[in-house]
């Protein structure tokens, strides 16, 4: 196939925020002919005070719906893109675009629309400075009614990037099935850098951010956070699912289907190895990838004698929870007893009616029902074969007094879950991160 | 309630084996005059090659049902009971109710009529050596179609039991509702004596036995297992439902629905102090009360990327195990996984056709079907306040090179379960025995 070998570099907000950050993409690129097909966002913060493009452009849509004015944040969105285009001497027509796009919300054009026009812009500007080929993305991607990407949208985007070259294409938005601009509700352009790479059956896919790669911890719990330089797609999930900020899942599954590595580095800084995202690793040197976790749980738990005796018991108090309008999140069934972890937020007000409906109906010996419970994930695709590692975080867990009140290993191979207090949630990541290597 | 104080002492088949054992009865009732309701179970072994007198009795009747001799088996029941009448000089007139009992097998007595004549026939014979009244339990239990024991049973109870004075009741059966005998299926002479606990509001129930209580290991596996001084009801039910051998729940419940403790004592060493089952123990000292498991089990792992978004996935499993007559024990769902645990036995040639099922059906990244794995249960009403005992258990198990499939603490709050292979099943339950106060 004409197109392996290729790499596909998606550039985040920081990276394409002004004319010296475009140029270090440039470097980039030009430093490996193989990145030939570049995914862009719209302009991000140059600083902490900056404003987003993207957050200008919704501000811009509504105050045109709405029939006021909206000069000020478009003059805000023109003079960068103007600015960027000048220092770059990137000549990408961007006055007479822009004027379109001024046209466009005085026309009455979708939020939708709006914002992927900072993509848009973006890539336009991007294609004229590197000399490469703009493609639209409303024309290579199309959306299906639930938000999910048509199998189609493969066949377009192999059939527009064939040609040998460099490829500039907005990422964050596609078209729906009236051929209307429609964004991604989630994940943004690291879906559409996704897309682009299983198209055209990409080596690897390269994220490019302001951040040298991933960290097993949240840095904004745990003080300096060891790196991640290998993690699996599957690694990557239950971080995710378990509320590290990591890549939206549906960024990852376009590229898992076909096992391309994604490797997430740092325009800034790209002598950085950064962290690779891939299929499989050898876990012998860092059995574990990473510690995530979430606040935000209600708990319930019930036990009643010879409660195991009764095959009905589970459905139930499932039932009584679904009259409530409270969702099951987790369930863990011990010999006469039940454990159900619901968001905190649906107990509220709840929790005495759904206390009275389960004595009433279930009249448990023992019932439990608390708001502010925390979980905890430690992933590693050497957990299965390194139990120390469990044994160890629970040790030290309770030699910090840190109540653990469930602890779960090998209900999935790659991770162990411990649920604690709330406000022992920082304490427990922190402790568990000093444990793992 | 003038039946208030009183005890009930169930006295089993090695405490009624022959007339020195029924000496050693006469002089633990004697030396306490609460020691009002006796049930009695019927005579088990004298050593180890010896016969049970109750599976001489279904000899008898299956021989007779054949239309063949039994006198062989009949004479070895009637030489018991003439030895021991002898021996304590009970005048029981054992030899009249033996040749009634010849006369029925004659007839065509029920196997379960057969059976229960050894509890009757001992309950005779002892009632009559203590002076005591006989109550035939035929007439104060009544046993429902499903094998339930029917409330009227605690009125009849209530009723013969009223006066003052010794009793002695037979264990093992009651009878239907057209008043033929019948045996309870599971838990024997226990049974009727904590019915009779519960109906006399006894202040405690001893058990007495050949054990100078219960231990915290099956002695089989671990080299002299400590003894347990106190349990809860429930920790009995976890280790009972995990393969200890102790008292069946049926005749738990009874008791525990009236919060009567149960005391296991030695019939052989009335001077140790036994086991107390009772509602609530201080679990400071001994957090744990004993580790229990069982080999036998079959496990099916099932991974796939995005499970957990497919709602429908745990129905599915589930579904493909109940069309191939595999039933579900145990279950723990991960992120994107599913762990289950079956009866090893009922995988037994329908491993390829499940697997293949599984595949057809969820497309899964993994699957494992294992045949050869235990579940060990640590139980402690301490557990929960002292998460280091499962941390330093799991710490020793990883020592040993024991593998452990799963590990769950808190699902229960008084357990802690360990999944290991079975070949490494009595190493970890002495191991975790060992770690143990």
Same mark, same amino acid.
């Not at 394409?16 to 991000?44: F, L, M, N, T, W």
């Not at 290579?140 to 189609?152: F, H, M, P, R, Y």
């Given at each position: 196939m004409k197109l392996m070998g290729d790499i596909v570099c998606k550039f985040g907000g920081?990276?394409?925020? *002004?004319?010296?950050?475009?140029?270090?993409? *440039?470097?980039? #690129?030009?430093?490996?002919?193989?990145?030939?097909? #570049? +995914? +862009?966002?719209?302009?991000?913060?140059?600083?902490?005070?900056?404003?987003?493009?993207?957050?200008?452009?919704?501000?811009?849509?509504?105050?045109?719906?709405?029939g006021k004015s909206y000069e000020r944040p478009f003059e805000a969105v023109s003079s960068r893109y103007l600015q960027i285009d000048r220092q770059l001497e990137a000549r990408s027509e961007i006055q007479s675009r822009l004027e379109e796009l001024r046209e466009q919300l005085a026309a009455g054009a979708s939020a939708d629309l709006a914002a992927s026009r900072g993509e848009y812009l973006c890539a336009r500007l991007l294609a004229a400075y590197l000399k490469a080929t703009? +493609?639209?993305?409303? *024309? #290579?991607?199309?959306?299906?009614?639930?938000?999910? +990407?048509?199998?189609?949208?493969? =066949?377009?985007?192999?059939?527009?990037?064939?040609?040998?070259?460099?490829?500039? #294409?907005?990422?964050?938005?596609?078209?729906?099935? =009236?051929?209307?601009? =429609?964004?991604?509700?989630?994940?943004?352009?690291?879906?559409?850098?996704?897309?682009v790479a299983k198209a055209v059956h990409a080596r690897v896919y390269e994220n490019w951010t302001d951040v040298s790669g991933l960290l097993k911890a949240d840095p904004r719990i745990v003080r300096d956070p060891r790196p991640m330089a290998e993690v699996t797609y599957r690694e990557i999930r239950e971080l995710s699912y378990m509320g590290a900020k990591v890549l939206h899942e549906e960024a990852i599954l376009p590229v898992y289907e076909q096992k391309i590595p994604i490797l997430i580095r740092n325009t800034d800084r790209p002598e950085d190895p950064g962290t690779v995202i891939l299929a499989e690793r050898n876990s012998q040197v860092h059995p574990i990838a990473g510690v995530a976790g979430r606040i935000g749980l209600g708990l319930l738990y019930l036990e009643k004698f010879l409660l195991r005796k009764d095959p009905q018991h589970r459905d139930r108090v499932l039932g009584i929870l679904a009259s409530h309008s409270v969702d099951l999140e987790w369930e863990r069934s011990g010999i006469d007893s039940l454990l159900l972890l619901v968001p905190a937020k649906q107990l509220e007000e709840k929790r005495e009616p759904l206390r009275r409906a389960i004595e009433e109906e279930l009249n448990p010996d023992h019932l439990e029902i608390l708001e502010n419970m925390a979980l905890i994930a430690v992933v590693g695709e050497g957990l299965s074969t390194r139990p120390d590692i469990t044994a160890t975080a629970l040790q030290r867990l309770s030699q910090q007094d840190i109540h653990v009140r469930l602890v779960d290993q090998g209900s999935s191979k790659i991770s162990a879950l411990f649920v604690v207090h709330s406000e022992d949630f920082n304490r427990a990541v922190t402790t568990i991160h000093d444990t793992i290597d």
């Open positions: 920081s990276s394409v925020a *002004e004319a010296r950050q475009i140029r270090k993409i *440039e470097s980039i #690129i030009r430093s490996d002919p193989h990145r030939r097909y #570049i +995914v +862009v966002s719209a302009p991000g913060k140059r600083n902490p005070d900056d404003e987003k493009i993207t957050d200008l452009l919704y501000t811009c849509q509504s105050l045109a719906a709405e703009f +493609v639209d993305a409303a *024309e #290579i991607i199309q959306l299906k009614g639930n938000d999910t +990407v048509a199998e189609s949208s493969y =066949r377009y985007m192999a059939g527009k990037l064939k040609d040998p070259g460099l490829y500039v #294409i907005p990422g964050f938005y596609g078209s729906d099935s =009236r051929g209307e601009v =429609r964004t991604f509700s989630r994940g943004g352009s690291d879906i559409t850098g996704a897309l």
